[in-house]
């Protein structure tokens, strides 16, 4: 698989998201082609290795995006992977089996893949109804708008030059960018894709500020010591991407193959 530059959201306050984001990833899928570009304000590197790299940036959001894009081209593919998510499970033979045809070999035309299907990406409203099936027969669903852009994929550079291009210079709180993008039309043009059923099931780091229970846990059993501005956890949980319809179409996939 052709390494691919990783574009990590986060600042200095949530290090410890990035560290624990980093090392799910390593222990599900130990030889990903990622390399990620982790911006940070004065808090020195935390990982070593060659597999992730530290951008110095502004705490501006869209400035971050802006430098951390900085001289690339925009048909490049970048891994968008915001820090407030990160791995539970991940289907790595399929995930790779498609990294290969959408980097390596180009094959669908597409400019952007979430292999999570979860939330809004089941709500019919936000597809535009066309679907391509590659040789392996795995579905994807063309995307209308940036609903669910914050999880997790694979977008071409101009697909987040786009979004934040269209985004005020300044951007008081994260949070604010979920009803911004919702105000911004996606070119008919930039074709973004989701999978027809999930291949990946995602924990949230925090809810409104706050480390969700299942974060908590993970950052436990990965020997993180929790940040010191934290004075207490939610008892919420939340995952993505773990759907009954989907498993209940998996199951009747296998069944009809065994009996096939």
């Known amino acids: 698989m052709k390494p691919v530059r990783a574009i990590v959201l986060t600042y200095d306050k949530y290090r410890v998201f990035t560290d624990h984001m980093i090392r799910c990833y390593e222990k599900l899928w130990p030889n990903h082609p990622f390399i990620f570009h982790v911006p940070y304000q004065e808090l020195p590197r935390t990982v070593s290795g060659e597999r992730v790299k530290y951008i110095r940036c502004s705490s501006g959001i869209k400035a971050t995006v802006e430098l951390l894009l900085e001289n690339f081209d925009d048909e490049e593919w970048v891994y968008w992977c915001i820090d407030d998510k990160y791995p539970l499970q991940l289907d790595v033979q399929r995930i790779e089996s498609i990294h290969r045809n959408l980097i390596d070999t180009k094959k669908h035309g597409m400019d952007g893949l979430l292999f999570c299907r979860c939330r809004g990406m089941l709500d019919k409203k936000n597809l535009t109804g066309k679907k391509i099936v590659d040789d392996q027969g795995d579905v994807f669903l063309e995307r209308k708008n940036y609903e669910q ?16 291009n269209s985004f005020p210079e300044k951007i008081p709180a994260a949070k604010i960018m979920d009803s911004l993008k919702a105000q911004v039309k996606k070119p008919q043009n930039h074709q973004i894709y989701v999978t027809g059923e999930s291949l990946g099931v995602f924990g949230e780091s925090t809810t409104r500020g706050v ?18 501005w934290c004075t207490h956890v939610t008892t919420q949980e939340i995952v993505m991407g773990h759907d009954s319809r989907t498993a209940f179409s998996r199951l009747i996939k296998r069944f009809t193959k065994y009996f096939s």
């Open 211 to 228: 480390i969700t229970r299942n974060c908590y846990k993970s950052l436990e059993q990965h020997n993180l010591t929790l940040p010191s």
């Open 149 to 164: 852009i914050w999880i997790h994929q694979y977008l071409k550079v101009k697909v987040l030059r786009q979004l934040f």
